[in-house]
């Protein structure tokens, strides 16, 4: 089992940068299919990116994609998140994930919630116009 721990949220202007971290503990993190998922109060919590255990492939939503890139070193067993051009419609609380699973045609980056097997806490992004 995997404990996952998210820190690098704040307070940013519109049109900033912040760089998420997913520290993983307690088995290696080269394991898991990554993912990272955002939850407004009120709204379901929705994918935002994912990468395979190598890092070789990645999956973004497209409310995303061109402004977040989704990184992973396994020897440090964290996985990244680094946010430019941040909207205020990017506030959320960020969720690190992972998936256990290991598929027949190689990792499948999923964007569905149950897919994946353990969770953070969170940590909250406030984006300021």
């Known amino acids: 089992q995997v404990q996952l721990v998210e820190s690098g949220g704040g307070l940013v202007q519109a049109g900033g940068s912040l760089r998420l971290s997913c520290a993983a503990s307690g088995r290696a993190l080269s394991s898991y299919i990554m993912g990272w998922f955002r939850q407004v109060p009120g709204k379901e919590r929705e994918f935002v990116a994912a990468?395979?255990?190598?890092?070789?492939?990645?999956n973004y939503a497209d409310s995303v994609k061109g402004r977040f890139t989704i990184s992973r070193d396994n020897a440090k067993n964290t996985v990244f998140l680094q946010m430019n051009s941040l909207k205020p419609e990017d506030t959320a609380v960020y969720y690190c994930?992972?998936?256990?699973?290991?598929?027949?045609?190689?990792?499948?980056?999923?964007?569905?919630?149950?897919?994946?097997?353990?969770w953070g806490q969170g940590t909250q992004v406030t984006v300021s116009s």
């Open positions: 990468i395979s255990r190598g890092g070789g492939r990645t």
């Open positions: 994930a992972a998936d256990q699973h290991y598929y027949s045609d190689g990792d499948y980056l999923s964007r569905q919630l149950n897919v994946y097997d353990y």
